[in-house]
């Protein structure tokens, strides 16, 4: 793995220089550690078996350089096993619209299956997807696809490399695999609600392959602690280390998954205008922060916070989470320092920001649940009123 990353650059551009297909292999937009294995082992299994002489094969993390410093589990886990972050190739440092206008650009998604409306053009350049998550859109049948509901994207992975000829598979790669899923999947733990059976098959095939890996516990402990020291960064950080955003015709909202719990949180230096600047500096028009912690039998309590100054956005937003009922978040209020801010204790634990997203989402552009008006999607309804209309006016 370590010579195959210290060639990426070297191979991107002589591949360049030749006007050769450069297949690129890249994880979604927040690049947490899944993300970002999953494209590194996948990319390098790809070189190992491709025919020559075929294409430079890169793995792309999808963040700025500058935002790596915030994968605090990432950084530290491709420094135990020698991957150096200097070698890698980050967003801002490859042109992906120029390669694909030039015709060299062959692209396989991993962890993610649709790209964001400023990459749409980069569709027809996709050959492959691997993901853990539904499929919300259909691909051409020349595209394979892989979206199995597996706690870890890197799993798939895994049984794509052990699919393949023996002995592509090395330490470094296996290390790399092994504990992804174990954070991934909570250190395989039932009560979290995300390990599956393939889950545990992999981290089984991968530990007897290489005996020499860490114990299971060993590595989670080390990976969880790395994921949850947010010591060193600001409240900006915080909310961009683990960030999505989701969008409607009028408005912006940020869902930022935060490592520490609600009261600590809270308690920061100057909070309140710190979310205001963030979201002001985005164009947010709010930010969901779902906070999460574990206990001493690694079960995550999960707490909520939505921030708007507009208050009707807010109160439609946690409307629509309170009312929810697939997957029902249990939410119970709790004391706010703020009125600009809303905050929710989460019964319903297992209901991690993978599956409130999609609440979210639908709120946002999708199709509301049948029904009555009762029923009218909430934020169809807010991003109305965003856009000065009232709430049952056309659009």
């Not at 794509?160 to 598979?169: F, K, T």
Request: glycine share 6%; net charge negative.
């Amino acid at each position: 793995m370590q010579w195959f990353v210290e060639g990426n650059r070297a191979a991107l551009q002589e591949s360049i220089r030749q006007h050769r297909e450069i297949h690129v292999v890249m994880g979604n937009e927040a690049c947490d550690l899944d993300s970002t294995v999953s494209a590194l082992a996948l990319a390098y299994f790809l070189a190992k078996t491709a025919p020559a002489p075929s294409a430079a094969f890169v793995p792309v993390l999808n963040i700025p350089r500058a935002d790596f410093a915030l994968r605090t589990e990432t950084t530290f886990l491709l420094r135990e096993h020698g991957v150096p972050a200097a070698a890698l190739v980050f967003r801002d440092e490859i042109d992906l619209g120029a390669l694909h206008r030039a015709g060299l650009l062959a692209l396989t998604l991993v962890d993610h299956h649709v790209l964001p409306g400023a990459d749409a053009a980069l569709e027809e350049a996709v050959v492959e997807v691997l993901d853990h998550r539904p499929l919300e859109r259909d691909r051409a049948p020349s595209c394979r696809v892989t979206a199995e509901l597996v706690g870890s994207c890197a799993t798939l992975v895994t049984e794509r490399i052990a699919q393949g000829p023996p002995g592509v598979l090395d330490g470094p790669t296996a290390a790399l695999l092994h504990g992804t899923i174990l954070l991934d999947c909570v250190n395989l733990s039932p009560a979290a609600g995300k390990v599956t059976p393939r889950d545990v098959a992999c981290v089984s095939l991968l530990e007897e392959r290489f005996p020499e890996l860490p114990a299971r516990d060993t590595i989670f402990q080390a990976l969880q602690a790395a994921k949850f020291d947010v010591s060193g960064l600001t409240t900006e950080q915080m909310l961009r280390k683990d960030l999505k955003v989701l969008s409607s015709d009028e408005l912006l909202l940020a869902v930022s998954a935060i490592y520490v719990d609600l009261e600590t949180f809270l308690r920061r230096p100057s909070l309140l205008p710190e979310l205001e600047g963030f979201c002001r500096a985005r164009g947010y028009a709010g930010l969901v922060a779902m906070t999460i912690s574990f206990n001493e039998r690694n079960e995550p309590a999960r707490q909520l916070a939505v921030y708007s100054q507009r208050e009707t956005l807010r109160s439609a937003v946690c409307r629509a989470l309170e009312e929810e009922t697939a997957p029902s978040l249990q939410l119970r209020p709790l004391a706010s320092p703020w009125p600009c801010v809303a905050t929710y204790a989460q019964g319903n634990a297992l209901a991690s920001r993978k599956k409130v997203l999609p609440v979210l989402r639908a709120a946002l552009g999708g199709p509301g649940p049948a029904g009555g008006p009762e029923d009218e999607d909430v934020l169809e309804r807010v991003s109305r009123i965003a856009a000065g209309q009232p709430p049952g006016s056309p659009k």
